[in-house]
């Protein structure tokens, strides 16, 4: 071995063990903080805003309850190449084939100047009854590209046309 090969290794190991040598064997930790210690960075409103506030949220409730919505999808089952629509009230529960097709929320939004029909579903498929907790999708869907948040099953497929007041 070179006179430069064991210069090297000699080196190496004095950084090795001088490192072992003057290494901390404490592990420092940070204190633990309370949550419910901790102050909230918002201001807190007076009893009476808030009061007010609760009222004015109670009664736009009271005007959107009179208004409800259907959603109204279009089921394709891909084997036979067969369309079905279906017109789905908002919290009710409807089958198609094994799915199980929910809508939580129905509306209309302005998206670049266009009204657009908008859900949230929450779909099941029945077909394993162990996985009858599982949704296979669950999330918003758009009429006008349902692309965006693709419903994406084997047989069936699902796509919002409408939502419309009753």
């Known amino acids: 071995m ?16 001088t490192n072992l040598l003057f290494s901390e064997e404490k592990i420092v930790t940070a204190p633990l903080i309370n949550i419910d210690e901790i102050k909230p960075s918002f201001e807190e ?6 009061f ?21 999808l279009i089921g394709l089952d891909k084997i036979t190449a067969k ?12 089958k198609f084939g094994p799915l199980e097709i929910k809508i939580l929320k129905c509306g209309k939004v302005k998206v670049n100047n266009k009204i657009d029909s908008v859900a949230y579903m929450q779909v099941k498929d029945q077909t394993k009854n162990q996985n009858e907790k599982v949704f296979i999708f669950n999330g ?3 009429a006008s590209d349902p692309g965006l948040s693709p419903f994406d099953h084997a047989i069936y497929d699902l796509q919002l046309v409408n939502c419309r007041s009753i």
């Open 2 to 17: 070179k006179l430069g090969n064991k210069a090297f290794l000699i080196l190496l190991f004095y950084i090795f063990f």
């Open 45 to 50: 409103l007076d009893d009476q805003e808030n």
């Open 52 to 72: 007010s506030i609760n009222e004015n949220l109670k009664e736009k409730k009271n005007v959107k309850s009179l208004k409800s919505f259907q959603a109204v």
């Open 83 to 94: 369309s079905s629509e279906l017109t789905i009230n908002l919290n009710e529960i409807k």
């Open 140 to 142: 918003w869907t758009f």
